[in-house]
């Protein structure tokens, strides 16, 4: 084929421009498929967060507080939930399994949280995956503590270390449980989701720090010490929200049903499958937006391509009338032209995938460290093909626009040369 | 076969750019010979360039019929006129002939690239298209390796206009149509220019069209045909 050749040696002789131009479009690319990788996995990682849990129920508030403050960690909240309501809702037949929470305290800024052994049994998260340890093991001592990925990667904890709670979720703290501090007995494998953030103690070991605090504050000269503390009464009189898993799915809304109308204090019972998507839906905008400013970008390239085709077009139509007298055809120009942005933007795709795979790369470590998402670095996935496809499709009608004129030049000019 | 000793014949031509405005082109006949060297002569603005375009068929006009090696140029259609212009017709323009991006070899086998007869023609007398155009360039004074070296967009504008011939006779075609190729030479090359040119004309047997509003050029040629006489002839 003639025209391919005389395309690139065309584009060659044009090189600062064309290379200018390629550019454009390989950032755009990149930055296309990076805001679509970001997107993709920021939702998956969002949506596996918690999975294997038929309901959440708390105090009654809303859906999407509750997942908050009982999923993901953020914020308080608004009432407890007693020990007794929770025991009754527990020992129903339905319910396979269990798992009590209780948050409210702190440390250094990651969330502590009180449950039990169960937790680490039934808790699952992305594809039913189960929690699994890195170092150590479940917490058996009333003053053992175990921690996720990210608050010993943080604060360079091991295992055996000492450490101290702090009253209230606040990332500074005025009242340490200076007292009773803990140790660590297990650090959890990183999983992508709030856990890596959390310390997780007993419940029990929620109520010893708390055994001398009356109304969430200390009361004065009524102290009592940590080995004291161990042969008190411990059971919790509250908790802030618990996990159930049923026998049958089955079961899920008639329970789900039951315990929003439960008579002795005001609970609610939720999906979380569903409050996850709706959440998702609501924080969902900024990400599509991302979207959409990325896609436009990409049109600005491509704008870009079509302004350097047709600023060029004007000093080319002497080369195009050289081509005619030699016989080219025009449907033949046409094609020169089409396949000239048609390579701009295959090697401006090319080139921008290498740089997102250099930035993935690159940028991967300090990406899952701050903000907990894990990039793939793996092939490109058939949606990232498809945006490539309606890329290579939008170069070619962009191309298309300066080879009509092309054509059209070539049928007026014919061979004399106009300059 | 008569009209293998007719090259061109043009009979009751009409041609307008617009059609309601004046016609660029108007006479009864034009009729070039196998083997001619025809110097048009025109003034710019009299229709030279026009006529070359309807020579090539890549114009056709309103009225009467051009035929060029007896082919009747507005019965081939557009696909057929661009076909038999590659396979039969070589071009020389003013200036800026070639294409900045290729070599000064690659210029001269583009006509071959379009057309087969060209490209089997050119390979019939010489062992691949790079020999025969260093053939050619070598017959107008080209061959030095030094000069084929360098970009095009270096040599003199004698030597581009050079490269344009040899790249107009690649392939044997029937027709070379020159147009004003020696307006930008100076005085003293352009009868060198002419004299190479018409060599290597007469040695293939093709027929030289030239046109230009140089009067001194004149003597060089077989015949001369003047535009202006030619257009007021047919009032």
Not at chain 1, 105 to 110: N, V
Not at chain 1, 113 to 133: I, M, S, V, W
Not at chain 2, 210 to 222: G, I, N, R, T
Request: proline share 4%.
């Amino acid at each position: 084929m003639p025209i391919f050749s005389l395309t690139i040696k065309s584009l060659w002789n044009r090189r600062y421009t064309a290379f200018l131009t390629l550019l454009s479009i390989a950032l755009s690319v990149t930055l296309l498929l990076g805001v679509e990788r970001v997107r993709t996995e920021a939702r998956s990682s969002f949506a596996n967060t918690l999975s294997g849990t038929d309901l959440v129920v708390g105090a009654r508030s809303g859906p999407i507080q509750l997942l908050l403050y009982s999923v993901f960690r953020i914020g308080n909240a608004t009432n407890n939930i007693s020990w007794q309501s929770y025991r009754e809702i527990a020992d129903r037949p339905e319910v396979a399994w269990s798992v009590p929470l209780s948050l409210g305290d702190s440390h250094k800024g990651f969330r502590v949280l009180g449950t039990n052994q169960d937790y680490f049994k039934h808790y699952r998260y992305g594809n039913k995956q189960p929690l699994a340890f890195a170092e150590g093991a479940v917490f058996t001592d009333l003053y053992d503590a175990v921690i996720g990925a990210e608050v010993a990667r943080k604060l360079h904890y091991r295992l055996g270390q000492e450490i101290v709670l702090a009253h209230g979720a606040g990332a500074v703290s005025f009242v340490q449980h200076a007292d009773k501090p803990f140790h660590i007995v297990g650090i959890l494998k990183r999983t992508g989701t709030p856990i890596d953030q959390t310390v997780h103690v007993s419940l029990q070991a929620i109520e010893a720090i708390h055994v001398d605090y009356r109304d969430g504050a200390p009361l004065p000269g009524h102290h009592i010490s940590a080995e004291q503390a161990r042969s008190m009464d411990l059971e919790p009189k509250a908790i802030t929200a618990f996990l159930v898993g049923l026998h049958s799915k089955v079961a899920t809304f008639r329970l789900q049903r039951w315990i929003n109308e439960y008579p002795e204090e005001p609970l609610l019972a939720i999906l979380p499958g569903v409050a996850l998507q709706e959440l998702w839906d609501m924080i969902g905008v900024g990400e599509r937006a991302l979207l959409a400013v990325s896609t436009m970008v990409l049109l600005v390239g491509l704008t870009g391509m079509l302004t350097v085709l047709l600023a060029s077009l004007n000093e080319r139509r002497r080369e195009l009338a050289i081509l005619r007298s030699v016989g080219a055809r025009p449907w033949q120009l046409f094609l020169l032209m089409v396949s000239e942005a048609s390579c701009l933007t295959a090697l401006g795709a090319v080139f921008g995938i290498g740089l997102l795979y250099l930035v993935l790369l690159i940028a991967r470590p300090f990406i899952e460290s701050q903000f907990g998402l894990q990039l793939g670095v793996g092939m490109l996935t058939p949606h990232e093909l498809n945006l490539l496809v309606l890329l290579m499709g939008g170069g070619l009608l962009i191309g298309a626009i300066p080879a009509w004129r092309a054509y059209r030049y070539s049928l007026a000019d014919g061979m004399s040369i106009r300059v | 076969m008569s009209s293998s000793e007719t090259i061109v014949a043009i009979k009751d031509l009409e041609f307008r750019w617009v059609p309601d405005g004046l016609p660029v082109l108007a006479f009864e006949h034009l009729h070039i010979t196998r083997g001619e060297r025809v110097f048009i002569k025109g003034a710019s603005g009299s229709g030279k360039s026009t006529l070359l375009s309807l020579l090539g068929g890549v114009i056709t006009p309103q009225r009467g019929s051009v035929e060029v090696l007896g082919e009747s140029l507005h019965t081939l259609g557009g696909a057929g006129r661009d076909r038999f212009r590659a396979d039969h017709i070589g071009f020389v323009f003013q200036m800026f002939n070639l294409l900045p991006y290729l070599s000064t070899i690659d210029n001269v086998i583009l006509p071959c690239r379009f057309s087969r007869r060209r490209r089997e023609r050119a390979l019939s007398r010489d062992a691949n298209l790079e020999t025969a155009a260093l053939r050619l360039l070598d017959h107008l004074d080209l061959a030095d390796p030094a000069a084929l070296a360098r970009p095009v967009t270096e040599l003199s504008v004698g030597q581009q206009q050079r490269v344009a011939v040899a790249r107009a006779l690649i392939g044997a075609p029937e027709l070379v149509v020159a147009d004003e190729p020696t307006s930008a030479l100076d005085w003293d090359r352009r009868e060198a220019f002419l004299q190479l040119l018409e060599r290597e004309c007469e040695e293939q047997g093709i027929t030289l069209i030239f046109v230009s509003h140089d009067p001194s050029l004149e003597p060089l040629f077989d015949r001369t045909v003047a535009l202006a006489e030619l257009n007021r002839n047919c009032h």
